[in-house]
């Protein structure tokens, strides 16, 4: 992890009005929730949606964790919802789960989970797009954008064996509206945390929290409504596997993983926080390989060791304090 976290770092937004001390613990735990948790929430969701509906599942899964940050901060003192901040929340909610995240999963159902990983990938690049105007420290630094670059490759790499194999079949029906809605997602993804960012809505962090989750799951559940989910929901057929695994996204993809991805956005800048993008698909393969004794090729080693390089430019120490500008 960035070894000038103990500068000081200047937040924009009504929650942080100046520069503050950020703890390099504090980010290199924020970091390890969003690479390691995130990583192994493709699995996890997988999993649940061997017998849960893509949209009412993620519906589910984001207004169980919103009620639980809900109540959580009003155990804190806090407000359990604040109505200062609902329009802004919601954007950001709606942007990062109900189109960014939601889109991967219903993805998941027509294409290989190696081409949405790759496909996913795009969203720190989208986070340097968007953000270019205050790239004033990156422009001086143009080994970050070799390592986006770098990550990007790896990631091809790490699953081009799986996309070029013989086995592959033509794309079929809703395919390229499956590739659409993941791009379209990633953009969303990259709109909703620079408007988190620079635009954050007043008050404490659990609250602004739990709206953003409310407001994501309502819409997923009136996407699933209006897709005729409820038609595909059979408690008698629910697995208890599925159900383990949708507690795991509520409570490490939804609730922790979650605040401190909000909270790194506040302290480090948006492009170097969505390397998390890179690192998810590694901690899956390495999961493959330690739970389901599947065999990592010299490729794919290679591929992993592009992508951990790309990601160590992006967070490698500079000399100066990173200070972004509102």
């Known amino acids: 992890m960035p070894a000038t976290a103990d500068s000081p770092v200047r937040r924009s937004g009504p929650l942080a009005p100046g520069p503050v001390p950020v703890s390099a613990g504090a980010v290199a735990l924020a970091f390890a929730a969003i690479y390691l948790i995130w990583g192994s929430t493709y699995f996890a969701a997988l999993v649940a949606l061997e017998t849960l509906p893509p949209y009412l599942m993620m519906a589910t899964r984001l207004l169980v964790a919103g009620t639980l940050l809900a109540g959580l901060s009003r155990l804190r003192g806090h407000p359990a919802v604040r109505r200062t901040g609902w329009p802004r929340n919601a954007a950001c909610g709606i942007l990062i789960l109900g189109l960014g995240s939601s889109s991967t999963v219903w993805a998941e159902q027509v294409l290989p989970s190696s081409l949405a990983a790759i496909l996913a990938t795009t969203v720190p690049l989208w986070l340097a797009v968007l953000d270019w105007p205050r790239w004033a420290q990156y422009r001086r630094e143009k080994r970050r954008l070799l390592g986006l670059l770098l990550g990007s490759l790896g990631v091809v790499g790490l699953f081009g064996e799986q996309l070029t ?56 559940g009136l996407v699933g409504t209006a897709a005729g989910e409820w038609a595909r929901v059979a408690p008698a057929q629910m697995s208890g596997r599925s159900l383990w695994a949708l507690g795991y996204l509520v409570v490490f993809g939804s609730g922790v993983a979650y605040l401190a991805y909000l909270w790194l956005l506040q302290v480090r800048p948006p492009a170097v926080v969505g390397t998390y993008a890179y690192v998810n698909p590694v901690v899956a393969v390495l999961l493959g390989a330690g739970l389901a004794h599947e065999v990592i090729s010299v490729q794919q080693g290679l591929a992993l060791v592009a992508i951990l390089g790309g990601v160590w430019l992006i967070n490698r120490p500079t000399r100066q304090p990173e200070t972004l500008s509102p």
């Open 165 to 220: 194999a013989p086995a592959t079949r033509a794309p079929g029906p809703g395919y390229w509206l499956a590739v659409g809605a993941i791009g379209a997602g990633s953009l969303g993804t990259a709109a909703g945390s620079l408007l988190t960012r620079y635009r954050a809505a007043p008050g404490p962090a659990l609250p602004n929290a739990a709206q953003q989750l409310l407001a994501a799951g309502l819409f997923c």
